[in-house]
């Protein structure tokens, strides 16, 4: 079990530019407005568990706390807001590597023609409905940078012995970076009991995670990152998923 968000890797990074900014407080800000209708429009945090996470993932992105309360409010009805849906689009990428891109959009159709076209343009195309999302599964996704941590905590096999007592399914190290992976319904548990051990957390969400990784050769692997970019640039995409080795 490995892989994860290509997307929040990019959207994680604080050495975003200004425009690159706007774009992600622009992603928060529809998650928000989402995850308060999908809590049956509650805008309390303390009662809205989804809403809690994303809102937390958005101030370590330094999202200003108006655009924050007013995408609350546009789920709350207090303020007009689009006519919001998620959506979910499965696809093939360079090297035939298994891909699921989600979004949130006022135009389904709109947003599937771009996806179309970005796809066409980078060795990539959509794939029909249950082709590939029997590779994925959902797990809860915590990530720790071990760089944040103190000295006794920067040490990987500490931090994976703890990980392990919270009730972690699977462990990953990419670099600096632990991913601890966790049933669904376990991630705040996991999530919490790390905090009380003082171990800074980077983001805790519930990702899309590939079964089995696969590799593709050093032409392919720039492809499917020029795809993953691509694809992230578009306003309407939240995550892309896939299958592909790091």
Same mark, same amino acid.
């Given at each position: 079990?490995?892989?994860?968000?290509?997307?929040?890797?990019?959207?994680?990074?604080?050495?975003?530019? #200004?425009?690159?900014?706007?774009?992600?407080?622009?992603?928060?800000?529809?998650?928000?407005?989402?995850?308060?209708? *999908?809590?049956?429009?509650? %805008? *309390?945090? !303390?009662?809205? !568990?989804?809403?809690? #996470?994303?809102?937390?993932?958005? $101030?370590?992105?330094?999202?200003?706390?108006?655009?924050?309360?007013?995408? =609350?409010?546009?789920?709350?009805? +207090?303020?007009?807001? @689009?006519?919001?849906?998620?959506?979910?689009?499965?696809?093939?990428?360079?090297?035939?590597?298994?891909?699921? =891109?989600?979004?949130?959009? @006022?135009?389904?159709?709109?947003? &599937?023609?771009?996806?179309?076209?970005?796809?066409?343009?980078?060795?990539?195309?959509?794939?029909?409905?249950?082709?590939? #999302?029997?590779?994925?599964?959902?797990?809860?996704?915590?990530?720790? *940078?071990?760089?944040?941590?103190?000295?006794?905590? $920067?040490?990987?096999?500490? &931090?994976?012995?703890?990980?392990? +007592?919270? %009730?972690?399914?699977?462990?990953?190290?990419?670099? *600096?970076?632990?991913? =601890?992976?966790?049933?669904?319904?376990?991630?705040? &548990?996991?999530?919490?009991?790390?905090?009380?051990?003082?171990?800074?957390?980077?983001?805790?969400? &519930?990702?899309?995670?590939?079964?089995?990784?696969?590799?593709?050769?050093?032409?392919?692997?720039?492809?499917?990152?020029?795809?993953? @970019?691509?694809?992230?640039?578009?306003?309407?995409?939240?995550?892309?998923?896939?299958?592909?080795?790091?």
């Amino acid at each position: 079990m490995s892989g994860h968000s290509h997307a929040k890797t990019v959207m994680g990074t604080k050495m975003a530019n #200004a425009a690159k900014k706007g774009k992600i407080f622009s992603k928060y800000g529809r998650l928000i407005t989402i995850a308060v209708k *999908d809590g049956g429009g509650s %805008g *309390d945090p !303390s009662k809205n !568990s989804k809403l809690k #996470a994303i809102m937390e993932q958005a $101030k370590k992105m330094d999202m200003p706390k108006e655009n924050i309360e007013r995408a =609350i409010k546009k789920g709350t009805g +207090e303020l007009a807001s @689009d006519n919001l849906e998620e959506v979910s689009f499965e696809a093939f990428g360079p090297g035939g590597i298994a891909m699921i =891109i989600t979004g949130i959009t @006022d135009n389904k159709n709109r947003t &599937l023609g771009e996806i179309k076209v970005a796809l066409n343009m980078n060795n990539g195309k959509l794939a029909g409905e249950g082709a590939v #999302a029997w590779m994925f599964e959902n797990k809860g996704t915590i990530i720790i *940078d071990l760089v944040s941590q103190t000295e006794e905590l $920067k040490n990987k096999e500490n &931090l994976e012995m703890i990980a392990i +007592e919270a %009730g972690s399914d699977d462990i990953k190290l990419e670099n *600096d970076i632990l991913i =601890i992976y966790t049933k669904p319904e376990d991630l705040e &548990l996991v999530k919490k009991s790390l905090e009380e051990k003082n171990i800074k957390i980077d983001s805790a969400s &519930l990702n899309l995670v590939a079964k089995e990784e696969v590799t593709v050769s050093d032409k392919e692997s720039q492809q499917c990152q020029k795809l993953f @970019d691509v694809l992230d640039d578009n306003d309407a995409v939240q995550d892309v998923y896939s299958n592909l080795k790091n």
